[in-house]
């Protein structure tokens, strides 16, 4: 018999790639940073850039959070159905929020009943911490993407549904207005996720998902790679700049993530990060490594 991961081995994975997600800058935002600030013409912009770069290194290197506001916890999961795992996913990441949360890491609890406004005081909730599972076949390891989701830049989303007539203009349009109207709001330089297709819940997921790939990528086809591009020169012309003080650093980035549409719509959501950009990405395998990718 096929040796078996255990809940433990699994919430320890789940903690280490959360703390992660806290406490590193990945790579690709700190280059995409370095290079604002090597390119910024505004002087005021160019401090800021330079105290945001050094209070990211701090926090990686002494491991305490970028941000005082730890987010809405959120993971993406991909794994296969032959995955040696077989207790629950729901308390695993559960108990793992909890249990670092009120003994392991000094976290701030920012998860509350929406209506009554009570909380648990552990960073968890009705269906909190927020799991996205992909089944993926012939997968040898379970991948695990922390993301939290603060309401700094979190509560400036938008959404809506346009005419198939409105095409690149019309969305152009709708991701500038939205990012002009959060201003200053999300802590600029940000990483905007544009979502395109879908429904209204797939393309909000697909907005998400975009304002986590790494900003060096372009999207693969090429009329939305043009788009990005055309959306980040453009949202960068708004001279917001960082931390809202002006300057040519708007946005580090426009990612845009997309699905087929129905036939008589154009469903449109920006969901914007802020300049941490953060995330962190773990692989479980089968015989109980955990890698830190």
């Known amino acids: 018999m096929s040796q078996m991961i255990d809940k433990e081995s699994l919430k320890h994975a789940i903690k280490a790639v959360w703390i992660r997600s806290l406490t590193e800058i990945q790579p690709d935002i700190l280059e995409g940073l370095q290079n604002a600030r090597d390119t910024e013409r505004n002087e005021r912009a160019r401090q800021y850039l330079d105290i945001i770069i050094e209070n990211a290194q701090i926090a990686t290197r002494n491991g305490t959070v970028i941000c005082q506001d730890t ?13 040696p795992y077989q207790d629950s996913f729901r308390d695993a990441f559960d108990e793992a929020l909890r249990e670092m949360t009120l003994k392991e ?4 609890s920012m998860v509350v009943d929406p209506l009554t406004r009570e909380e ?13 599972v992909e089944l993926e076949p012939g997968l040898d390891y379970m991948e695990i993407m922390a993301a939290p989701k603060g309401a700094g830049s979190g509560m400036w989303s938008t959404m809506t549904v346009l005419p198939p007539s409105a095409g690149a203009e019309g969305i152009k ?15 600029p330089p940000e990483i905007i996720g544009v979502g395109v297709g879908g429904t209204a819940a797939e393309v909000t997921h697909r907005a998400t998902l975009a304002s986590l790939r790494p900003i060096n990528v372009r999207n693969s086809k090429e009329e939305y790679a043009q788009l990005e591009k055309e959306l980040e020169e453009a949202i960068n012309l708004s001279q917001i700049g960082v931390m ?16 087929g549409a ?13 300049w941490p950009g953060r995330r962190a990405v773990c692989r479980v395998y089968a015989d109980g490594t955990v890698e830190q990718v």
Do not use: Q
């Open 262 to 274: 129905h036939n008589p719509w154009l469903p449109v959501a920006v969901n914007i990060n802020c």
């Open 120 to 132: 648990r005081g552990d960073n968890t909730g009705e269906n909190v911490p927020i799991l996205h």
């Open 173 to 187: 349009k709708f991701v500038v207005d939205s990012v002009l109207r959060a201003g200053s709001n999300p802590c």
């Open 105 to 108: 890491f000094p976290m701030r």
């Open 244 to 259: 809202g003080m002006g300057g040519d650093t708007t946005v580090l980035a426009v990612n845009i993530e997309y699905s």
């Open 71 to 83: 987010g809405v916890p959120t993971f993406y999961i991909r794994t296969s159905l032959g995955f």
